[in-house]
């Protein structure tokens, strides 16, 4: 069985998710802090999150968190990362830094419809919308990696 993603969801999301699995509904704004203020990978991280709740939320779910697949850094400080979509095509997130703004293009899709000759990206074609756990998980790995708040997607 394939484990659902954590991350993407709301903290009210999470708090329902929490309660099915039979825990406080206050578990899930835990979660949220975790996933969201922390930026954990693993669901043993969440520390203040019982062993035995550890555990059964492990059963049926993961952080979704992604690992970019290849990053490549300017010396202007724009970070470039590749990350793997769930379709076995890739996708990319560009950090673009500007004074005190802290940019983040996130991709939204896999391929695009345009087609346009000088694009590899439009090349490639139009695969499909990514998930909302997809997007989010990209913002997250990129604030896991840089290790600051991002301001603006």
């Known amino acids: ?3 659902k993603r954590l991350i993407g969801h709301t903290e009210a999301q999470l708090k329902a998710i929490a309660k099915n699995l039979g825990m406080p509904a206050f578990t899930g704004g835990q979660i949220a802090r975790w996933l969201y203020v922390q930026h954990v990978a693993d669901i043993d991280e969440m ?3 019982s062993k035995k709740n550890r555990d059964i939320l492990k059963q049926e779910y ?3 968190a992604m690992t970019p697949v290849d990053c490549q850094r300017s010396t202007d400080g724009t970070v470039k990362y590749l990350f793997p ?3 076995g095509k890739t996708v990319e997130t560009v950090f673009i830094p500007d004074g005190e703004r802290a940019t ?3 991709s939204c899709q896999v391929g695009c419809k345009m087609g346009c000759t000088f694009c590899a990206t439009g090349m490639g074609g ?3 919308q990514l998930l909302p756990s997809e997007m989010v ?3 997250e790995a ?3 990696d840089l290790n600051i708040r991002i301001s603006n997607i």
């Open 126 to 128: 139009f695969t499909r």
């Open 47 to 49: 520390t203040n999150i």
């Open 142 to 144: 990129a604030q896991r």
């Open 1 to 3: 069985m394939e484990k």
């Open 85 to 87: 979509a769930e379709c």
């Open 104 to 106: 983040l293009c996130v």
């Open 137 to 139: 998980a990209q913002i």
């Open 62 to 64: 993961c952080v979704g």
